[in-house]
């Protein structure tokens, strides 16, 4: 309550309530810094300094609440870092630590001489730790939607500042560093690929597929979604529309005798998504999780949130791999990248990604290995490409086009194809038709929305042509060997602009269109980032990881037992649960009912059944196997001895125990 200083009384309406922590609560949290040096060291000394100031936190300070202690885990280190902050204030000069990033340690990067040959590639393999965002577009009203792929501008700019942060003053200076950056970032010495999700297999979460977005032009049965057989889609097929005119379903057409299907009509819809690619047993229904989530915005001058200042975040889910390409003209241009980056070849590095890095969002585990061949075509274009007639070609990232006053293509036209496939004069490309006179050519287009953090203003907003749009085209007045030439050159070198940004990928019949038939499709190895999970990774990404998997194992479970408004209090207890054993829980549901539970001894003459070992017997049974369960799922997480997980784990089991209660209950109001 609030008491007036005046009349040392009670106000009128002034009685409070809150939710506080008890004096056993412990927290751990973490202060990073991208760079090493000895401003960094000194920045440390004056945080540790600070802290250890620290006496209270949070409200009634005044009247006894917040006392706390903060220390480092390491209280050598502490100590360390004190005794250097004491002689810095006495005035004794203390030496500086080891300065890992000097600018005279960096070798001056020279231009090669034919910058656009590009012969050092490398994989690059990430693993979400946090939730991360990639906005699909700027600001639209409050809510920021992810993309499903990994932009390679995003992976460019990460790298880029974090070369910033640690070269701060060499770059402010304009010297030799400065020099290397803009050769490195804006000399089109390295080109950063789209990164694309990477499904991973159930029976070896150590191996996964590669991924592939999927044509525009592939269609499957409205009802029956995918590949067939061998492929685990099970679905009815999937049609180009580039190479058949369908408008409906063959399968669903034609009447089965034996499973006793019906002939019907059954339309086709666009298939969509990313394709993984299985040698000759492709799959489409790998999607990346996403996850939704909601935040506000405090105003620093009044410490409150104002009205609409609630925005929405739907993110990709941590726990997923990506996987791209960096290609560099040569291993010295790698070599000066991974120097001023502080990156550690074949181990696993740490970069910040996307949007909201500094609220928990945008950490990943990365890992750069060479690599000899193109990661996506997986085929030489010379065993793909036996004619110049009815050639397909496929955008494998968003590409753009623009003409000659500077607009953009929205779409396939033989003007910009023959200047941007670097066609000689004398050959001609055309855009196929279909027995109808339709144009065979499926293509869609987005904004393309970027910040400049730098200067704090929006970039050039351009106009691209999405990834998986695909075109026939028929090329006349050039021989074979020729046009596989340029082919090639376009699929080394990309069209359109941006292209170090990971811009204008394309592929000319893509084995994806024969259903990867006798094509050699690598498995990519996880192992690195897997060994590396335990001390890298974010402890959040396997607690979520087991809410998804204890989440689908309630969906199995049958709720009828608790269809009764007393089996809320077995729910409430639950839920406010502190135990991490299954045996103390079962202990505390025994004792559910019982008088003696509340008066320390049975009262005499009480004759009453009790109700949870007589009609909810069976319900109560049934909670002693789920919390079996939940044990198990946590073992096999390796969180049993996780007291968030068991928290999780528990509300979990309370939500769905109360949920039919509640139902009961009301149904009887």
């Keep these: ?5 005046r009349t040392r009384r009670a106000e009128e309406n002034k009685l409070f309530t809150r939710e506080e922590g008890d004096g056993s609560l412990r927290f751990r949290f973490v202060a990073e810094c991208d760079s090493d040096d000895a401003a960094a060291q000194r920045e440390a000394e004056w945080l540790v300094a600070a802290a250890r100031l620290l006496r209270n936190l949070g409200a009634g300070k005044r009247r006894g609440y917040g006392e706390c202690d903060v220390h480092l885990v390491d209280r050598g280190k502490e100590a360390e870092l004190l005794a250097r902050f004491a002689s810095q204030l006495k005035g004794e000069l203390a030496e500086d ?3 890992k990033t000097s600018q005279a340690a960096l070798a001056p990067l020279n231009l090669p001489a034919d910058p656009s040959q590009y ?21 639209a009203g409050n809510q920021f939607e992810t993309l499903d792929a990994i932009p390679g501008g995003v992976l460019r700019g990460a790298l880029a500042w974090r070369i910033a942060q640690r070269f701060a003053a060499d770059l402010e200076c304009q010297g030799g560093t400065f020099r290397n950056f803009a050769n490195l970032f804006f000399g089109d010495l390295v080109r950063f690929s789209s990164l694309t999700p990477v499904e991973v297999r159930k029976k070896n979460l150590s191996t996964g597929y590669l991924t592939v977005v999927a044509p525009r032009d592939l269609f499957t049965c409205e009802l029956h979604h995918g590949y067939r057989k061998p492929s685990s889609d099970e679905g009815h097929g999937i049609w180009s529309l580039l190479r058949e005119n369908r408008q409906e379903c063959p399968v669903c057409a034609t009447e089965d005798t034996a499973s006793g299907r019906k002939a019907a009509s059954m339309k086709l819809e666009a298939l969509g998504g990313f394709i993984s690619l299985v040698r000759n047993a492709p799959r489409s229904k790998h999607k990346p999780k996403q996850t939704v989530e909601m935040h506000i915005r405090i105003d620093r001058k009044s410490g409150r949130v ?23 003209t040569n291993q010295s241009v790698w070599k000066a990248l991974q120097t001023m980056a502080g990156l550690q070849p074949e181990e696993v590095n740490e970069l910040k990604l996307g949007k909201a890095t500094q609220r928990g969002y945008g950490k990943v585990s990365a890992v750069f290995r060479p690599r000899e061949k193109s990661l996506w075509h997986l085929q030489d274009l010379s065993q793909r490409l036996t004619s110049t007639q009815s050639v397909t070609m496929l955008l494998l990232s968003d590409a753009i086009v623009p003409d000659p006053w500077g607009r953009f293509w929205r779409g396939f036209d033989p003007a910009w194809l023959k200047r941007e496939l670097r066609l000689p004069p004398e050959a001609e490309v055309s855009i196929d038709r ?17 910040f400049n953090a730098k200067l704090g203003l929006p970039r050039t907003r351009d106009i691209a042509i999405v990834a998986g749009s695909s075109v026939r085209l028929t090329f006349t007045g050039i021989d074979l060997s020729d046009l596989l030439k340029a082919l090639e050159e376009a699929e080394a070198q990309g069209i359109g602009l941006r292209r170090d940004e990971g811009f204008g990928r394309v592929a000319f019949n893509h084995p994806v269109y024969q259903q990867l038939q006798g094509v050699e499709s690598r498995m990519l190895d996880l192992s690195p980032l897997e060994l590396g999970r335990a001390s890298n990774s974010h402890p ?14 309630l969906d199995e479970q049958p709720l009828s037992h608790f269809n009764d408004e007393r089996f809320e209090a077995v729910a409430r207890l639950l839920h406010t649960s502190r135990q991490t054993s299954v045996e103390a829980i079962k202990q505390e549901l025994q004792r559910m009912g019982r008088p003696e539970n509340l008066l320390a001894m049975p009262l005499s003459g009480r004759d009453k059944p009790n109700f949870f070992e007589t009609d909810g017997k069976q319900g109560m049974e049934a909670v002693q196997r789920m919390l079996d369960m939940l044990a198990e799922e ?6 049993d001895r996780s007291p968030e997980a068991w928290r999780i784990g528990l509300q979990l089991l309370a939500a769905r125990i109360a949920g039919p209660a509640r139902q009961k209950a009301q149904e009887r109001r």
């Design 434 to 450: 279909n027995e109808d006179k339709e144009v065979l050519a499926f293509s869609a287009a987005r904004t393309v929305d970027a």
């Design 119 to 139: 012969a050092y590639r490398l994989e690059v393999l990430l693993r979400l730790d946090e939730p991360l965002l990639i906005a699909r577009r700027s600001e």
């Design 306 to 328: 104002n009205t609409g200042d609630l925005y929405g975040y739907v993110a990709l889910e941590p726990g997923q791999y990506f996987v791209g390409e960096i290609t560099c």
């Design 540 to 553: 959040s990404v396997a607690i979520l990881q087991f809410a998804l998997d204890w989440l689908k194992k």
């Design 1 to 5: 309550m609030r008491v007036n200083p």
């Design 634 to 639: 946590l073992h096999n997480n390796q969180l």
């Design 97 to 99: 630590p080891e300065h």
